[in-house]
């Protein structure tokens, strides 16, 4: 997807925790920021103190920023969750930033790409994120279809899409919703 | 004041105060100055008696200790060292009868499990007859060591927890360790016993001559074996292998093309392939075929270069098929041959990575490949504990001629823990190197031993037919503790420390010197060490060992810092300061020594196997449970940040980075990953670039490796096994596992 | 990552040939520069020192 949307500069996210160095979130060094609240409540998810609203605390993009630019061995940034999809416009504000230094924004979510779309039409920030995200691991964990020994995936229906694939998604969605873009 | 007193064996017996008057008396004299009056005499009985009464103790341990307080307050420091000497002497003598022998009760019934004593050497298996054998052995000998042959102070500081000398049971008899040139070694050929072993003329044989010299060397050493060299001298089998599958190949075409039988094949190839300039070798196909083209007549030549070309693909082949298998044969032999009685397999390292030629090259793919598919059932191959050597321009950038082998080998460490890796570019190791020159590539040996500077002898800074011949540990928190917040005083006392870890390992190189090549019919006889090749059987080995080096090691830096100044080196940069200030002093100091001696003392971030839970629990006996210092079961390895703290990858290696630079005689850092790293070899080569970026010397990535011996799944496994889905100790139906096996060659059904 | 890896349910009945029960995991871990296949052997101290190693960028 292309990255032109210019975007809001947002002041505080709610998050459950950061992990500085993780290696099972995406390709290199990454830096987590698992982002509280969800509202999928998939039976068996691994982070279930994560869902609650309430729990957590504030912070903002800035200083995440702050914190992942000291590290000089991270590949990028991951938003895991919690469902970062509720939070569009602070991630992809951080997102961009991370894009500017060169690093790479990996993001799961338990909506599918398609359910992500009318989401979209409500909040453009939705449609921010993707274009930020070079890495979506999309789709609710599902734990009869659970992946015993699989990289980024929870279970076999989750897909793992890039940019590109991402964009041209995008694409046939609009297309079916006779919402082509302009220009 | 109480009437009794309680002895050791438990009985008590009337309290004379005169006995504590005389012992301190004779403490006194034993130190020829500080003289103490025989009023200062009763004055100080007096403050132990009142003392005693005040903490109403009565026991005999507890009157000394109070004596030992009260000759430190009133400034009798020297006759209070003596008195401390005196008291370690008769304990000593006094525990003679009963000590050892309790230690034999528990080397025979208990069962290693239970037993810490039986656990010293993780290697070694505890429960078997030579392991007991060989642990009766080094707990007499040490006991002989401590009592008959160790200085005084020196036995007092080993016994208190001041120093450790490590591997004290080996103190009359050996060195540590040694890097084996197995090139010198092959070239004239060998003896390990009865018999002679003549140059080998493959690589099976080259690796499995590489495995006797390790065990030979082994059992006449108390620390680890080393190949500095293991590539370039491998290719030298991989090449004869190769010239021998040329020729058969070569005579095969022409026997089958030509309808020829089998001898007469033979016997033309010879007559072909004579006369040319030089031999067929695995790099130089294309050169070799135009050389046979061109020595031959024009009507021979189309059946030569097809002949040739036969017998350049079959022979590459063959070559790495065998390699392959000699390697594997390396590996297992290593992890299942015997030394020691049989107790335990030989400690083995092999360094690499350096070597471009085709055939060092195929050598190490196929070591990598191997140790990569792991034993028998797939499991990880212990030893030998392998290095990649990592050197700009040789293996490190991508357009390198062995970037690839240095790809391969973080594959191989990310899936199975080895190999290390060690960074020749580091300015401390650069010095040294000389292109196309094994013997100027620093090499590790095991855990982190490295020698390489010479200065007894500065034309032979090199790598080859050398090693460490002693080395002895300061307890670095004690002096902490003992320094009381006070730098200065600190370094006063890490002074004294130093000062007697010299005398003690000058007096082990001169017991170790007044042995002969006799003694040592292989690492001697054989001409492996440094110039051993000039002596004579009956020959003191005095002068060549000074070719070694005698090192002075250090564990606990964070607990140390942290008994100065209430924070460790991960925790504050003035910490940091001082952690440097304390290891740059240790190698100022052996560098004086050095120059002063013209002995090789260096210094070493030590690795304690064995000493990481003595020092403490001596400390927590004296000084009590303290947060941040004796409040574990172990001291932090050398300068290490303590593995216990929460800390990012790269400010733990900037952090150590800087403590390779000072530590000439070894050293080694751990990143710690959480999760399957074969999985992201980006994030594992991100780390392994910024060693090497930071002047690391030798380092390594550790993650947690496990195994499911039931689907020979291998990679984390938390509580239940990815692959088969079952918990420990759980059954999987054999039908699922039949599942398995379809899908993973790896199930071992 | 996001989401679980718990155990499946596996239920099995009871003529089923089964494989491997009361066998254990192996692990294999690098103390003091050498690794070691079982935690077994390993001195207390060592022991303690392996259990209470922090990964990096835990939270």
Redesign the interface.
């Known amino acids: 997807m292309q990255r032109n949307a210019s975007l809001p500069c947002v002041h505080s996210l709610r998050v459950h925790g950061v992990v500085?160095?993780?290696?099972?979130d995406g390709?290199?060094?990454r830096f987590v920021v698992f982002t509280q609240g969800c509202l999928h409540g998939c039976p068996g998810c691994h982070n279930p103190a994560t869902h609650s609203f309430g729990e957590g605390y504030e912070t903002t993009p800035q200083a995440l920023l702050t914190q992942f630019a000291t590290?000089?061995?991270l590949?990028g940034v991951t938003f895991s969750g919690g469902e970062p999809f509720l939070q569009p416009e602070p991630l992809a504000f951080l997102a961009k930033q991370v894009h500017a230094l060169g690093k790479t924004v990996v993001v799961y979510t338990g909506y599918t790409l398609e359910a992500l779309y009318p989401l979209a039409q409500e909040r453009p920030a939705v449609a921010s994120l993707l274009e930020q995200t070079d890495l979506l691991i999309d789709g609710p964990y599902v734990a009869a279809l659970r992946e015993?020994?699989s990289?980024l995936k929870g279970s076999s229906n989750q897909r793992i899409l890039d940019n590109e694939a991402i964009g041209s998604l995008w694409n046939v969605l609009q297309l079916r919703q006779g919402n082509v873009p302009n220009g | 004041m109480a009437k009794q007193i309680v002895k050791r064996d438990g009985c008590s017996v009337l309290f004379d105060s005169s006995k504590i008057l005389n012992a301190i008396a004779k403490a006194n004299k034993a130190v020829g100055e500080e003289e103490i009056t025989a009023t200062g005499l009763l004055f100080v009985t007096e403050e132990v008696c009142r003392l005693l009464e005040a903490r109403s103790l009565s026991n005999v341990e507890e009157i000394q200790d109070v004596v030992e307080e009260v000759l430190i307050r009133f400034g009798f420091s020297k006759t209070a060292k003596a008195y401390i000497l005196y008291r370690a002497e008769h304990t000593k003598i006094r525990d003679a009868e009963t000590y050892l022998m309790d230690i034999y009760k528990k080397l025979t019934w208990a069962p290693?499990?239970e037993e810490?004593i039986k656990?010293?050497n993780?290697?070694?298996?505890?429960d078997t007859a030579m392991g007991t054998m060989l642990r009766y052995g080094s707990e007499g000998s040490k006991f002989f060591i401590d009592n008959y042959v160790l200085p005084k102070d020196a036995a007092a500081g080993h016994a208190n927890g001041d120093i450790h000398i490590h591997d004290k049971d080996f103190y009359m008899l050996t060195e540590t360790c040694c890097q084996i040139d197995l090139i010198r070694l092959f070239k004239k050929g060998f003896s390990t016993g009865h018999g002679y072993l003549r140059e080998p003329n493959s690589i099976e044989s080259y690796a499995a001559l590489a495995c006797i010299a390790l065990q030979a060397n082994q059992n006449e050493m108390h620390g680890g074996q080393s190949i500095p060299n293991f590539d370039f001298a491998m290719a030298q089998g991989v090449n004869k292998t190769f010239r021998k599958e040329y020729v058969a190949a070569f005579a095969c075409f022409l026997e089958v093309k030509n309808e020829l039988d089998a001898a007469e094949a033979v016997a033309r190839t010879e007559v072909l392939l004579q006369g040319l300039p030089y031999q067929p070798t695995l790099g130089n196909g294309e050169a070799f075929g135009q050389a046979l083209l061109a020595c031959h007549g024009e009507t021979m030549r189309p059946l030569l270069a097809k002949t040739h070309l036969h017998a350049t693909q079959k022979a590459i082949q063959a070559t790495r098929r065998r390699t392959y298998q000699a390697m594997e044969a390396f590996i297992h032999n290593l992890n299942t041959m015997n030394s020691r009685a049989g107790a335990q397999v030989p400690?083995s390292s092999v360094n690499y990575g350096t070597d471009v030629s085709a055939e060092g090259r195929m050598v190490v793919e196929n070591l990598l490949l191997a140790t990569k598919a792991g034993l028998g059932n797939g499991?990880?191959s212990?030893?030998p504990?392998q290095i990649f050597k990592v050197k700009a321009g040789v293996s490190f950038n991508p357009e390198d001629p062995n970037y690839d082998l240095f790809r391969l080998a973080m594959e191989t460490s990310a899936r199975r823990?080895?190999p290390n890796f060690s960074f020749l570019d580091a300015p401390f190791n650069a010095q040294y190197y000389r292109e196309g020159d094994y013997n100027s590539e620093v090499a590790y040996m095991?855990?982190?031993t490295r020698v390489i500077g010479n200065v007894y002898d500065t034309e032979r800074q090199v790598t080859c037919g050398r090693g460490n011949l002693s080395f002895t540990t300061v307890n670095l928190p004690r002096l902490g503790l003992e320094a009381k917040g006070n730098t200065a005083a600190f370094f006063t006392l890490l002074d004294e420390r130093i000062d007697l870890v010299f005398r003690q390992l000058l007096h082990r190189f001169k017991v170790q010197g007044s042995k002969k090549v006799y003694n040592y019919p292989f690492l001697m006889g054989q001409g492996i060490w440094l110039d051993s090749e000039h002596l004579k059987w009956e020959d003191s080995i005095e002068e060549v060992l000074k070719h070694g080096t005698l090192t002075i090691g250090f564990i606990g830096l964070a607990e140390a810092l942290y008994a100065l100044l209430g924070k460790h080196h991960g925790q504050c940069e003035q910490a940091q300061a001082l952690g440097l200030q304390i290891v740059q002093h240790l190698r100022r100091r052996a560098d004086e020594k050095a120059r002063e001696t013209g002995l090789n003392f260096s210094l070493i971030a030590t690795?304690?196997?064995?000493l990481?839970?003595?020092f403490?629990a001596l400390d927590k006996q004296r000084y009590g449970t303290l947060e941040g210092i004796t409040d574990?079961?172990?001291y932090t390895?050398s300068f290490h940040v303590p593995?216990?703290?929460?800390?990012?990858?790269?400010r733990?290696i900037q952090l150590e980075a800087p403590y390779h630079a000072l530590t000439n005689a070894g050293h080694?850092s751990?990143?710690?990953?959480?999760?399957?790293?074969s999985?992201?070899l980006?994030?594992?080569e991100?780390?392994v670039r910024?060693m090497h970026a930071q002047g690391v010397g030798y380092g390594?990535i550790?993650h947690?490796?496990?195994?499911?011996?039931?689907?020979g799944?291998i990679?984390v496994?938390?509580?239940?096994?990815?692959?088969c889905?079952?918990?420990?100790?759980?059954?999987?139906?054999?039908?699922a596992?039949l599942q398995l096996k379809k899908q993973y060659h790896d199930v071992p059904m | 990552m996001l989401l679980d890896?718990?155990?499946?349910d596996?239920k099995?009945a009871t003529e089923?040939?089964?494989?491997?029960?009361?066998?254990?995991?192996?692990?294999?871990?690098?103390?003091?520069?050498?690794?070691?296949?079982t935690l077994?052997?390993?001195?207390?101290?060592?022991r303690?020192?392996e259990r209470?190693?922090?990964?990096?960028?835990?939270a």
């Open positions: 500085e160095e993780s290696i099972v390709p290199g060094l590290n000089p061995l590949a015993l020994d990289g | 290693a499990k810490d656990r010293e993780a290697n070694i298996d505890g400690f499991e990880t212990i030893f504990v823990l080895f095991g855990c982190r690795p304690a196997e064995g990481s839970g003595r403490v574990k079961d172990y390895n593995v216990s703290f929460s800390i990012a990858a790269f733990k080694i751990y990143v710690e990953l959480d999760g399957d790293a999985k992201n980006e994030a594992f991100t780390i910024f390594s550790n947690p490796l496990d195994r499911d011996p039931v689907c799944y990679g496994i938390d509580d239940c096994c990815p692959r889905g079952r918990k420990e100790g759980e059954g999987v139906s054999e039908e596992l | 890896t718990q155990c499946t596996k099995v089923v040939k089964m494989v491997g029960a009361g066998q254990g995991f192996e692990r294999t871990r690098r103390i003091t520069g050498y690794l070691v296949g077994e052997r390993f001195n207390n101290a060592k303690a020192e209470e190693r922090v990964k990096h960028g835990a």
